[in-house]
């Protein structure tokens, strides 16, 4: 199973939405918090729920080891793809949590170094709530 190609038209697609709502959007939506702008669209539930199902999918289906870890490091590298969007950078970002159920089944050689590069692009200091619970997670699958 490629799980590369399972996720990233899930990515491209959601890239692709936001590029298409960042054109599209008047001056001053979502302007002082106020709805109607860029980070009030659809396209963010429907990317968080895909990646949702295509997660339980792979679960489901039996990754092996090798797979998972494909799948985990695809998912905690995704919020480079933000190109610079405030609000997708956010949503990337959101969906690592939707790794922790392929953490324990990744394969255990490929957690510590995970774990290594995770810490040092997220500091505690600068850590959410989502970050701790992967931190955790990858501290058990690599011990």
């Not at 429907?46 to 792979?58: E, I």
């Not at 500091?123 to 699958?141: T, Y």
Request: proline share 6%; net charge negative.
């Amino acid at each position: 199973m490629d799980v590369i190609a399972m996720l990233e038209p899930i990515f491209r697609q959601y890239l692709d939405e936001i590029d298409q709502v960042m054109r599209t959007k008047k001056f001053g939506d979502g302007l002082f918090g106020m709805p109607g702008g860029p980070k009030d669209d659809p396209c963010h539930d429907h990317f968080d729920k895909s990646v949702s199902d295509a997660v339980k999918q792979l679960v489901e289906d039996g990754v092996s080891g090798g797979e998972a870890a494909a799948a985990v490091e695809y998912l905690l590298h995704s919020q480079s793809l933000d190109q610079g969007v405030e609000c997708a950078y956010w949503m990337l970002l959101a969906v690592h949590r939707h790794s922790l159920p392929l953490i324990p089944l990744m394969a255990e050689e490929r957690a510590k170094p995970l774990l290594d590069w995770y810490t040092a692009v997220y500091p505690r200091a600068k850590r959410f709530p989502v970050q701790n619970d992967v931190i955790k997670a990858l501290k058990r699958r690599a011990k």
